[in-house]
């Protein structure tokens, strides 16, 4: 069986923030780059940050990276790696220095230099008092950022291959990567992108849950590829949560709306945030919120037929108030709970938002696994960078505007690495003789398939699962009968079928393959979930309590480790946490508390 | 609209950079769109043109539409549906 073969220096899955940053660097470098995209680069899902791009420039007050280390440390409750945290605190600056010069608008002040803010966690003198270090252009940020970057992917003569699906990656007998399969969507066809570098920057896979942010196209398929050719993923159990996403939407609603006044409620009306909360009440911060909110739910008292939300209730509040201070957040109610706020309170639900975890990487975009004793052993060929990547600089829990500035620096790593690796002028590596096969085998069963489960079926049953058993706040029982229950979910979807056959854009065959990948993520999830038996950062379990031996729940004796998910075998083995820093002294461990 | 015509509507309905336009178009998609002219259809591919954020301004009401033809399907995107697609 052949499958026609595209030659390529280096290829980037993913034109998002990420992606498109590394292409640059290897197109300026001179290499025959190609970009492969789902989707049009600029409707990335990058496009939907608006927060900002952290970095010390110092620009309205002292500020340093040494400090930001310090808060990224703390932020992911010391599961980061230091080593690739000051790493990235310390080429901040240069990454929006870069962006600057692409083009980027970033708002200013009146000497012209960049407009800081503050952002949650972001402070100055280690703790000491919030810092301004957020830069961002209006709320269109992460636009803004894609506008400039594909800009000069063009300038620098990337090829953008737009509306393809990479498939698999492919990887030669020694393991060294050698390019990925991919379909384009217009026609069907399949075809191979030889390469000499491979670098993933897919993005995130919040569409593993019921209740994301995610936009659709987040379903993890760099993770699902990478699963697949034997490359393990890091640190899944880790997902952030944020309290307030409209229930079945997933759209946020910003914590504003409890500081005008919003104020949470079970089914009896109950404000029961003042059992959890007897001071903050329902402006606790979003990690005791969530968890309240999942154990009323969990206890029986969510409100619904299916009683399965919390209400976010407005309606005391002055229309006039809602109308002017809220505008937004009325429009959003409107339009996806179906409800007007100022009649009737809005239902939410804790709702995934970021995915700490993802493919291993070192601090220079290389992808590494354990080998031989080495738990960081690079594997030749592939780079990965942004949300699908775990550096691991966000460790159990990120800070708000280091997600922009991890894809623009390690994105600017993977390129500027994979460029030194080609430097040696080295030809392709052969293609393994049955790449095409195993992919064409792969599609084709798909398509051959009948009396199997539609593609809807399969996705809510995943999204069900990792809900209510892997959601913000775990249970030990309901996590362990989780891997039973996706582990049966997989064996189903072994057996996905779709009705259309058709070449030419069919969507359901696109939305098969996507489940593919999701499901890839929801077991490395559930399983590394069940098994972390302490709580950290955004993994809080209920058998992991507070005590004054375990801090918050966190056990550094034991669970100061990264987990690496395997897919052969759902196995799981653990590598250290990197506690040296590249040049400062180690940020010892201490409790983490705001 | 021809089958492949609308079959590549639809992928770029269904997967757009913002959820809040992946579910106002899915939605619409699935419940308007046939019933829509030939011209009001035309309308809306080209309105699935605009930038994810242009359009979530538009369909939230923050910015108005100038254009009447494009207007009258913002107005049909802006009307509250209380299902959410499942995808």
Known sequence: ?594 | MEAEAFNRLRWRCVRRGMLEVDIALTRFLDSSFATLSEAGQQAFAELADFDDLELWHLISGQKVCEDARLAAIVAMLRAPVDSVPVT
Not at chain 1, 185 to 199: C, D, K, P, Y
Not at chain 1, 432 to 449: N, S, Y
Not at chain 1, 544 to 571: I, S, V, Y
């Open chain 1, 1 to 594: 069986m052949t499958i026609p073969v595209l030659k390529f220096d280096a290829v980037v899955v993913g034109a998002g923030g990420a992606g498109l940053r590394s292409a640059i660097q290897l197109s300026e470098a001179g290499l025959k780059t190609a970009v492969l995209s789902k989707v049009f680069p600029t409707r990335s899902h990058t496009v939907a940050a608006q927060g900002g791009v952290a970095a010390s420039l110092g620009n309205s007050e002292e500020d340093n990276w040494h400090w930001h280390m310090y808060d990224t440390v703390k932020g992911s409750d010391w599961l980061g790696d230091q080593d690739a945290i000051e790493f990235m605190c310390k080429k901040a600056v240069e990454a929006v220095v870069d962006l600057e010069h692409y083009g980027m608008p970033f708002d200013r002040v009146d000497n012209g230099r960049i407009y800081q803010r503050p952002f949650g966690g972001h402070m100055s003198n280690f703790g000491e008092k919030p810092v301004r270090r957020s830069c961002a252009a209006a709320d269109r940020t992460g636009h803004a950022m894609l506008h400039a970057m594909y800009q000069r992917n063009v300038k620098a003569n990337t090829q953008f291959f737009v509306e393809w699906m990479a498939l698999d990656l492919i990887r030669d007998g020694e393991g060294h990567v050698v390019g990925v399969s991919a379909m384009e969507m217009e026609t069907g066809r399949i075809v191979i992108f030889h390469s000499r570098a491979t670098i993933f920057a897919t993005g995130g896979a919040g569409r593993i849950f019921a209740s994301s942010t995610n936009a659709f196209m987040n379903t993890g398929d760099g993770l699902g590829m990478a699963a697949r050719a034997g490359i393990p993923l890091e640190d899944l159990e880790f997902w952030q949560f944020h309290p307030t996403g409209v229930a079945g939407a997933g759209v946020l609603i910003t914590e504003g709306v409890r500081g005008e006044g919003g104020i949470l409620r079970n089914a009896s009306k109950e404000r029961f945030m003042e059992r959890y909360a007897p001071n903050a009440k329902d402006l606790a911060s979003r990690d005791v919120v969530s968890r309240a909110m999942t154990t009323e739910i969990k206890e029986g008292r969510g409100c619904g037929p299916h009683k399965d939300h919390i209400l976010l209730d407005i309606t005391h509040l002055d229309p006039a108030t809602i109308l002017k201070r809220l505008p937004g957040i009325r429009e959003i109610s409107i339009q996806f709970a179906g409800v007007d706020p100022i009649e009737a309170p809005i239902p939410v639900v804790p709702t995934a938002h970021y995915q700490m975890g993802g493919i291993p990487t070192h601090y220079d975009g290389r992808v590494v696994v354990p080998r031989e004793g080495d738990p960081r052993s690079v594997v030749p060929g592939f780079y990965a960078a942004g949300e699908c990547a775990c550096a691991s600089v966000h460790g159990a829990n990120r800070l708000g505007t280091n997600s922009l500035l991890d894809l623009l620096v390690f994105g600017k790593s993977a390129g500027d690495s994979a460029a030194e690796d080609l430097k040696s002028g080295k030809a392709h590596r052969d293609l393994p003789k049955d790449a095409a096969d195993r992919i064409r085998a792969r599609v084709d069963a798909l398509d051959k398939r009948t009396g199997g489960i539609p593609v809807f079926e399969a996705r809510k049953a995943i999204a069900n699962t990792m809900q209510h058993h892997a959601g913000v706040f775990r249970f030990s029982d309901l996590l362990k009968k989780g891997v039973t229950k996706i582990l049966e979910v997989e064996k189903a979807i072994q057996n996905l079928e779709i009705k259309d056959k058709s070449q030419a854009w069919n969507t359901a065959r696109i939305e098969a393959l996507e489940t593919e990948n999701l499901i890839e993520v929801a077991k490395a999830t559930m399983v590394s979930a069940e098994a972390r038996k302490e709580s950290r950062g955004a993994h809080v379990r209920d058998d992991a309590p507070d005590t004054p031996e375990f801090p918050n729940g966190r056990n550094d004796k034991e669970w100061l480790k990264h987990t690496l998910w395997f897919r052969d075998g759902n196995r799981i083995e653990y590598k250290p946490v990197s506690m040296t820093p590249l040049t400062v002294d180690t940020i010892a461990l201490k409790t983490r508390s705001y």
